[in-house]
């Protein structure tokens, strides 16, 4: 990608090396194997999986601090680029809501490292990147785009961008009312909560193709190989391909992210079409969102 001339977003907030409270106690067993689940997959909502905490949310912080962790040059480098990255969505966003009357308001992204406390709850560093619709904000751990990479195999700056273009997507669900949307329909059926899921996280992969279009289209970021770099995280982190690394066969009544192909298919749709009509999972291509 062609990153490094980019403008850099003033919504960073840097927690690394600070310090947290101990995690509440969840209830055991069972929600432990939904997080341990969480580790393979990229961009759930623990609100989902996780009662909310009886801690204070962290909100309203300002722009943090890195604490006394030392930043090695590597971190540094992800860092910018992040920075750069969050701020390409920033410039690409507002003209395609503002149509829709929708005023898009800037996301923050929190830089921490091994734990966060959110307006979603404790979250360990194990759930992978995530965004939490209460205080409006993605949490990263940089240390996630080095699993991306070996363990996932995914490497590449394109790959990276993905993950932050799609939490991002979350951010703009959450902007369009289909987050709480989903959510309600979840409440009153929870046969349909797994394949809410699933479609929910596949329009947030569209999203992110949408912002690749334009970030392409408008600022020529992208270079050869960058979009297959992308299709390669989307495909690695298919709730099919992960279910047959770690248990050797597939339950796809248990998805909650979408297939490999599912999630290659609709990033691509986003990517190509560019428009929000083209990300429509809830009503098969009817241009409406969810009701």
């Known amino acids: 990608m062609r990153w490094q001339g ?7 907030e840097d927690r690394r090396g600070q310090g947290v409270g101990r995690p509440l106690a969840y209830g055991g067993g069972a929600v432990s194997l939904v997080v341990a689940l969480l580790v393979y997959l990229l961009g759930g909502n623990p609100e989902d999986v996780l009662p ?8 309203g912080v300002g722009t943090g601090g890195a604490g006394t962790q030392t930043e090695s040059p590597a971190e540094a480098r992800l860092r910018d680029f992040v920075s750069v990255i969050l701020a390409d969505t920033e410039d690409t966003w507002p003209a395609l809501l503002s149509p829709l009357g929708v005023r898009y308001v800037e996301p923050r992204l929190v830089l921490f490292s091994d734990a966060v406390e959110s307006a979603c709850g404790f979250q360990e560093s194990a759930v992978g990147p995530f965004y939490c619709p209460g205080d409006q904000r993605v949490f990263l751990d940089l240390g996630f785009f080095q699993e991306l990479e070996q363990r996932f195999g995914a490497p590449g700056d394109f790959a990276q961008a993905y993950v932050v273009a799609h939490e991002v997507g979350h951010h703009v669900q959450n ?13 009153r059926s929870r046969a349909d909560a ?3 899921s699933v479609l929910q996280e596949l329009q947030a992969d569209c999203f992110a193709g949408i912002w690749a279009h334009h970030a392409q289209k408008q600022r020529q ?12 995280a ?20 248990s998805f909650t992210h979408g297939s490999s192909a599912q999630r290659v298919s609709w990033f691509r749709r986003g990517f190509e079409q560019g428009s929000l009509e083209a990300c429509d999972t809830f009503r098969g291509g009817s241009g409406r969102l969810p009701p």
């Open 6 to 12: 980019g403008r850099r977003s003033a919504n960073i």
């Open 221 to 232: 970021v992208l270079e050869q190989g960058d979009i297959e770099e992308g299709l390669t």
């Open 194 to 196: 797994n394949a809410l």
């Open 175 to 187: 902007l369009l009312g289909v987050s709480e949307r989903v959510q309600a329909r979840r409440a």
């Open 234 to 253: 989307a495909s690695a982190i298919g709730d099919d391909t992960l279910q047959r690394r770690a248990n050797g066969h597939v339950v796809p009544e």
């Open 52 to 59: 909310p905490s009886s801690q204070s949310p962290s909100v």
